[in-house]
């Protein structure tokens, strides 16, 4: 059974930073990307960053700049350091782990962690 565990978030003033983390376990052989999605209230699920096993990087434009997504695929973990936070960073931050099956390909979230960014 794939488990996706998420920490690091909390309260922040603006231009602040935090760093969110982000593990997968549970006998994965085949992790094909990890990345952050975020939602804010009201608001549907976003991208915010992901990563690829093949060192492929992706980045919400809202976030470049700012946030820097690093993975350790020996550990299956990923970490988002987000600089220079602004309010509407404000949201619930999840991880998203995708895992290449014998056939297809399985997606696994993490329950989330608030991220609230002050002004």
């Known amino acids: 059974q794939v488990q996706v565990v998420e920490s690091g978030g909390g309260l922040v003033q603006a231009g602040g930073s935090l760093r969110l983390s982000c593990a997968a376990s549970g006998g994965i052989f085949n992790l094909l990307s990890m990345g952050w999605y975020r939602q804010a209230q009201g608001k549907q699920r976003e991208l915010v960053a992901v990563s690829t096993s093949a060192g492929h990087t992706e980045y919400a434009d809202s976030v470049k700049a700012r946030f820097t997504i690093s993975r350790n695929s020996a550990k299956n973990t990923v970490a988002l350091q987000m600089d220079s936070l602004r309010p509407e960073d404000t949201a619930v931050y999840y991880c998203?782990?995708?895992?290449?099956?014998?056939?297809?390909?399985?997606?696994?979230w993490g329950q989330g962690t608030q991220v609230t960014v002050s002004s």
């Open positions: 998203k782990v995708v895992i290449v099956g014998s056939s297809s390909l399985s997606t696994y």
